[in-house]
């Protein structure tokens, strides 16, 4: 991990979003830091907010849904005070995002050389040629066969691990420092998946860039970060290194979900399960928003826990973390 | 396997014809499923795994002959049921249901969960309407939703209650043999692992086969007690879970598992990925699918058709080189 530049590469600190300026909270008071140089996951389940965390990060909320408070730093930058055209000029430059279905965020009427050029020219003034040759080396980089030709196809010609390919050269285009991937690999075949993931890992090392991965797959965790935030009903429950994360998880939410995770070296084991399900927008309690589903719950859970630290840089928000995990409710599927 | 199994599939295609385009030459057929030979016995679980087009669902849909095969055959309790007629069906049916990956879309919006339940029931003329509701009741108690759901809408309920009531359904005409085709893929992985384990008391309490299709590999080495690999509309390997997933033979079944993220982030992947496309399923149908992305492939795995070859007891692989002995894994 780089340790040279202090300032983390971005920071998240208490954002809340909601929905209009009345409506429930969807984020709730999330902090997360991306260092330099790392790669962060974000893993949670369907309506953990992690999607929406991604979005507000860009600019790119859907407009029915505000920030209702806290910061977002790029650097030293605060992205939430930008106007329109300063954050555009950042986006796609200083930050980029893929996104899962590369299929639905290609223009389908677009070569895919034209929307590599688009970005060159917009964020690195390159035109023509220039603009071309630039755009067939970005496919070479993420390893497109036969780049010359493929630079004139359409999306609907490319396979889905070829338009997610594209979908990356268009990110690299303007060099950006920092890269969003929000389940960059979940409509991809296994294989396909190895192939991108791999490409992202190469990119990062080599460019020395930060990822912000999104994900609902622990595996793809385990294989690709070098840190984790764990997500739940919009708010971060649970933040460390990845060994951290799954050899001492301290939420027993996380504890939960590796748990849940069927394992190919585990065999037929019986699977443990987190009972119940995640809760609705607008049906979260005051305090710990996973307390309806844990077996460890007290009283003292209708308060809501703040995220603090649990051991050196791993931070859960939970009142009794570790102290019960030989509790044997907790091992109980 | 020495007892007649409850579901065999021999030889079994299914091609799809291609719409003809104005003036174009007729394209070849998609071949779907092309040639494929399992043998399920009853109580057992036979995995079925395969990337996007493989055929494994096509598979499970020929079994259960929701489609109808272009060749081979269906056996069920060694009887060959790839001819019969409809009302010899219907009745066949209610031993053989599916289960499908979209809970969302499998469900009619418009229809009360009771209604849902009991639908099969009405269509199969069991018993009156208390007789019914009473075992809808059963039913629901059987995969662990409340009482109270009975009057409520698909849409009121998550996906994995969806899929509970989905399994309700299949279960209500009491069959022996289920496809579970993706069952659990649309799911949460908390929610994923409370519906495996439904899936598998289900299966130690009703004595129930199940084929489950999957593409998500960990999912099928929880459930499987055998495994079949599938590529490109052909079974290329098939073997006891354990020994699947310890000593996998087959190039493709070796590269599918090298290519799963790691579980730990202590064991992440240090060697190369398998590189190239799933090419489609419109080959020519001479010699090995995968020979154009193998690393093993010779001159004769482009022209000569691998048949099995078994290497261990109940461990099958479709591989010349390894059939030949020229490989060894």
């Known amino acids: ?80 005070q930008l106007q329109a055209p300063a954050l555009r000029a950042l986006r796609g430059k200083a930050m980029a995002m893929i996104f899962q279905e590369p299929m639905t965020s290609l223009n389908p009427v677009m070569r895919v050389g034209q929307q590599i050029s688009e ?15 630039e755009s067939i080396a970005l496919l070479q980089r993420v390893e497109m066969p036969d780049p010359q030709r493929q630079i004139d196809a359409y999306p609907h010609e490319l396979s889905g691990g070829m338009r997610q390919r594209v979908m990356i050269a268009i990110a690299l285009a303007g060099r950006p420092r920092l890269l969003i991937a929000d389940e960059p690999t979940t409509a991809l075949d296994v294989t396909i998946q190895a192939q991108i993931l791999e490409l992202i890992r190469k990119i990062q090392r080599d460019d020395g860039m930060s990822v912000l991965l999104i994900t609902h ?105 570790f102290e019960r995990m030989s509790d044997p409710r907790a091992q109980t599927p | 396997m020495t007892t007649t199994p409850l579901i065999e599939a021999r030889g079994l295609r299914k091609h799809f014809e291609r719409p003809r385009r104005f003036l174009a030459p007729a394209e070849p057929p998609v071949r779907a499923v092309d040639g494929v030979d399992l043998r399920i016995a009853p109580g057992e679980t ?42 010899g069906m219907r009745s066949k049916r209610r031993a053989m249901q599916i289960v499908f990956q979209d809970p969302y879309g499998s469900l009619n919006p418009r229809m009360r969960v009771s209604e849902l339940i009991a639908e099969p029931l009405v269509i199969h003329g069991v018993g009156d309407s208390a007789s019914r509701a009473s075992r809808v009741q059963r039913l629901l108690d059987l995969v662990s939703l409340p009482s109270s759901a009975l009057q409520r809408y698909p849409h009121e309920f998550s996906g994995g209650q969806r899929q509970r009531i989905g399994i309700a359904r299949a279960l209500a005409l009491e069959p022996e043999f289920i496809v579970a085709d993706e069952a659990v893929s649309a799911l949460d992985v908390s929610v994923q692992a409370q519906v ?40 290329v390997e098939v073997a006891p879970a354990d020994a699947l997933f310890a000593r996998p033979q087959h ?39 995968f020979a154009n992305r193998c690393p093993h492939a010779q001159s004769q795995c482009l022209t000569q058709d ?11 692989v479709a591989c010349l080189r390894i059939a030949d002995g020229s490989l060894t894994l």
């Not at chain 1, 990845?242 to 037929?268: E, Q, W």
Request: net charge positive.
């Open chain 1, 1 to 80: 991990m780089n340790t040279a530049s202090a300032l983390p590469m971005l920071q998240v600190q208490q954002l809340s979003t909601g929905l209009g300026a009345e409506g429930p909270e969807i984020l709730s008071a999330v902090d997360i830091t991306l260092n330099s140089g790392e790669v962060l996951g974000v893993v949670g389940e369907s309506g953990s907010g992690k999607s929406l965390l991604a979005l507000s990060i860009m600019g790119l909320l859907p407009p029915a849904i505000s920030v209702r408070g806290g910061q977002v730093f790029l650097q030293s930058q605060n992205l939430l």
């Open chain 1, 119 to 133: 970005v060159l020219r917009w964020h690195r003034s390159l035109q023509g040629e220039a603009a071309r040759q």
């Open chain 1, 217 to 321: 797959d622990l595996g793809v965790i385990a294989e690709m970060c070098d840190r984790v935030a764990v997500m739940y009903a919009g708010r971060v429950v649970e933040q460390g290194t990845v060994m951290d994360i799954f050899d001492r998880p301290a939420h027993p939410y996380t504890r939960g979900l590796l748990a849940s995770r069927p394992k190919i070296a585990a065999g037929a084991n019986w699977l443990c399960t987190i009972e119940g399900t995640v809760p609705a927008v607008g049906q979260m309690g005051g305090g710990c928003s996973f307390a309806p589903r844990c077996k460890l719950a007290s009283p003292d859970c209708a308060q809501r826990p703040a995220l603090r630290e649990v051991g050196p840089s791993h931070l859960a928000a939970c009142v009794t973390p």
């Open chain 2, 46 to 87: 036979l995995g079925l795994v395969g990337e996007s087009g493989c055929g494994k669902s096509t598979t499970g849909r020929l079994l259960l002959r929701l489609i109808e095969p272009t060749g081979g055959a269906i056996l069920h309790h060694g009887q060959d049921i790839t001819r019969l007629d409809a009302a």
């Open chain 2, 196 to 235: 495996i384990n439904l899936l598998r008391e289900l299966q130690r309490d009703l004595k129930l086969t199940y084929l489950f299709i999957s593409h998500n590999l960990a999912v099928v080495r929880n459930i499987s007690d055998r495994v079949a690999v599938m590529y490109l509309g052909r079974i």
């Open chain 2, 251 to 289: 190039p493709y079944t070796q590269a599918l598992l090298a290519a799963l993220p790691a579980d730990h982030p202590a064991q992440r992947r240090t060697h190369a990925v398998i590189k190239g496309d799933l090419p489609k399923p419109d080959a020519n149908g001479l010699g090995c699918r």
């Open chain 2, 306 to 316: 691998p048949v099995f070859h078994q290497t261990a007891p109940g461990h099958q």
